[in-house]
């Protein structure tokens, strides 16, 4: 996911996802203004479902899958829950 916010902050949404969905990385740009987020779920849709309400009106996100077998640096996937 990308995201270009209106103003400098962090995330405070990686906490916070349910349990299907896990923050597996966070790359903000040096002035706060950007950023590129790492996640792991069953779906680009249910990323979006839980990132736009929470992001509305500070954020404007793109969401893409990755084409793993090109990627480079991937974290470890979360671990299952039993």
């Known amino acids: 996911m990308r995201e270009r916010r209106s103003s400098p902050s962090t995330s405070a949404t990686f906490g916070n996802a349910p349990g299907e969905i896990h923050g597996r990385g966070f790359l903000p740009s040096q002035d706060r203004t ?3 987020c790492i996640w792991e779920a069953t779906s680009v849709d249910a990323v979006g479902g839980y990132i736009d309400p929470v992001t509305y009106g500070v954020c404007e996100n793109t969401y893409f899958e990755v084409l793993e077998e ?3 640096g991937l974290p470890e996937p979360a671990p299952a829950v039993a």
């Open 70 to 72: 090109y990627a480079l």
């Open 34 to 36: 950007a950023a590129i």
